[in-house]
């Protein structure tokens, strides 16, 4: 079992910048972050494994920013450039399975963080 408590989100203008952080209960070779907005399905937003190879989703390339430390257990996500569409509720995610990109299930998820970005 793997327990992943979020941190950071909040409400910020357009143009803006928040931080996400993710503190896991152990190191798990797949890390990400997903996002669902309110009426629609839940959406990969970011994948990185414990080498630190990264994947984005098109939606927030050259935006976002993701991370981990692994000696604290922790996952990270910068959100630079915020736009009205990017809110949503945020969960970060962990997944055993050596194959880490944007279509992994995860196997254990956080309770989420509500990112609003106003216009």
């Known amino acids: 079992q793997v327990q992943l408590v979020e941190s950071g989100g909040g409400s910020v203008q357009a143009g803006g910048s928040l931080a996400l952080s993710c503190e896991a209960s152990r190191n798990v070779y797949c890390m990400g972050w997903f996002r669902q907005a309110p009426g629609k399905e839940r959406e990969v937003v970011s994948v990185i494994t414990s080498g630190a190879s990264t994947r984005y989703a098109d939606s927030v390339k050259g935006r976002f920013t993701i991370s981990r430390d692994i000696p604290k257990n922790s996952l990270y996500l910068q959100m630079n450039s915020l736009k009205p569409e990017d809110t949503a509720i945020y969960y970060c995610?962990?997944?055993?399975?050596?194959?880490?990109?944007?279509?992994?299930?995860?196997?254990?998820w956080g309770q989420g963080t509500q990112v609003t970005v106003s216009s």
């Open positions: 995610a962990a997944s055993s399975n050596y194959y880490c990109n944007l279509d992994t299930r995860p196997d254990y």
